[in-house]
């Protein structure tokens, strides 16, 4: 997935783990693939353990000022269904893609929340 404007990936799994480690969020089940989403500030970020591919891994999204954001936000809707249509992981991405539409949907409410007028809209 290409980077857009507020939207990034990361996918180094040390700093994703020290990431959920020090906002007191690391999983403690590594049987099976796992949500975590937390907002720090202004960011939104979603955090995934797949568990049941060749090899266990870590994924961190991140949409910096995400009630502004909406077309980053769909970008990373769409790439979570994407995926969900090929097959990989679906219950993991299913709840990954519902909460990003549950933020979607209440984006107006984020952006008076943090008194922001300026957002980009498709």
């Not at 975590?36 to 910096?64: M, Q, T």
Request: proline share 1%.
């Amino acid at each position: 997935m290409k980077n857009l404007q507020k939207l990034y990936e990361v996918s180094n799994e040390v700093d994703i783990i020290d990431f959920l480690v020090d906002n007191n969020a690391m999983i403690k089940d590594f049987s099976r693939s796992q949500l975590s989403w937390f907002f720090v500030g202004e960011s939104f970020h979603v955090i995934l353990y797949l568990a049941e591919g060749e090899k266990p891994k870590f994924e961190r999204f991140i949409i910096n000022r995400f009630a502004e954001n909406m077309n980053d936000m769909i970008h990373l809707w769409n790439h979570f269904d994407k995926r969900i249509q090929h097959c990989q992981e679906t219950r993991v991405l299913k709840l990954a893609k519902n909460k990003v539409h549950d933020l979607i949907a209440m984006s107006e409410t984020f952006r008076a929340l943090f008194n922001r007028e300026d957002f980009e809209e498709e």
